[in-house]
């Protein structure tokens, strides 16, 4: 199996950056579409980011467009979120999912995620 660990959290001042990591071990391959969740208290799990196994189709929500990047490194087995403009609202545990590439890629659905990360806290202060 595929198991996903995430670094790079922490706490910063609104307006700052934090690149997140997302190192995969286990039954790897290069073709696995990957994602970035955050939830923060009280609410639900909400789609940050996506990238597809080659890396040439990237997504972001909304509400991160314009701020935050995801890029992949395929022969290191990483992913990368590097989140600038920080605002308050992006406190969040950030977890990071998996899927094998499929040709459709439903990136904003937790449902087609098969390996998740166990999450590292980003804490924004204003």
């Known amino acids: 199996q595929v198991q996903l660990v995430e670094s790079g959290g922490g706490l910063v001042q609104a307006g700052g950056s934090l690149r997140l990591s997302c190192a995969a071990s286990?039954?790897?391959?290069?073709?696995?579409?990957m994602g970035w969740f955050r939830q923060a208290p009280g609410k639900e799990r909400e789609f940050v980011a996506a990238?597809?196994?080659?890396?040439?189709?990237?997504y972001y929500a909304d509400s991160v467009k314009g701020r935050f990047t995801i890029s992949r490194d395929n022969a290191k087995n990483m992913v990368y979120l590097q989140m600038d403009s920080l605002k308050p609202e992006d406190t969040a545990v950030y977890c990071c999912?998996?899927?094998?590439?499929?040709?459709?890629?439903?990136?904003?659905?937790?449902?087609?995620?098969?390996?998740w990360g166990q999450g590292t806290q980003v804490t924004v202060s204003s």
């Open positions: 286990g039954r790897t391959y290069s073709n696995y579409n």
């Open positions: 999912a998996a899927v094998r590439s499929t040709g459709y890629f439903r990136y904003a659905s937790r449902a087609v995620y098969d390996y």
């Open positions: 990238i597809s196994w080659s890396g040439s189709s990237t």
